[in-house]
């Protein structure tokens, strides 16, 4: 009797992954603060165009690659969390896009029902 095999369906990036939590278009102020390569702490204002409990969609003027860890802080309630870079978009006029993921985030981060 002939044995079916199972298809192996290969894993992706994070990002591929089926996301976790609601998403919701919001433009919050956020400040980036990161090591640069030579070791010096640099720090940015930015802005999300979509958050969710667990990350957001952020643009950034800077270059930075994937996996680059960072503090992110939220400018409206002053909240802040480790956070690293899980994909990076296309550069546009206002700078590139990021998906950022929070690690161990607070689930009102945000301030919004998510």
């Given at each position: 009797m002939?044995?079916?095999?199972?298809?192996?369906?290969?894993?992706?990036?994070?990002?591929?992954?089926?996301?976790?939590?609601?998403?919701?278009?919001?433009?919050?102020?956020?400040?980036?603060?990161?090591?640069?390569?030579?070791?010096?702490?640099?720090?940015?204002?930015?802005?999300?165009?979509?958050?969710n409990?667990?990350?957001?969609?952020?643009v950034?003027?800077?270059?930075?690659?994937?996996?680059h860890?960072?503090?992110?802080?939220?400018?409206?309630?002053?909240?802040?969390?480790?956070?690293?870079?899980?994909?990076?978009?296309?550069?546009?006029?206002?700078?590139?896009?990021?998906?950022?993921?929070?690690?161990?985030?607070?689930?009102?981060?945000?301030?919004?029902?998510?």
């Open positions: 002939p044995v079916r095999q199972r298809e192996i369906k290969r894993l992706g990036s994070r990002h591929h992954e089926k996301r976790r939590g609601r998403r919701m278009n919001s433009r919050v102020p956020v400040r980036l603060g990161w090591d640069d390569e030579s070791g010096n702490r640099v720090s940015a204002e930015a802005h999300t165009r979509v958050v409990p667990y990350g957001c969609m952020v950034l003027a800077h270059s930075l690659d994937l996996e860890r960072l503090a992110l802080t939220n400018l409206i309630s002053n909240a802040s969390n480790a956070a690293v870079i899980v994909w990076k978009g296309n550069r546009r006029p206002d700078g590139w896009e990021y998906g950022v993921e929070l690690i161990a985030p607070e689930m009102d981060f945000w301030g919004l029902e998510l």
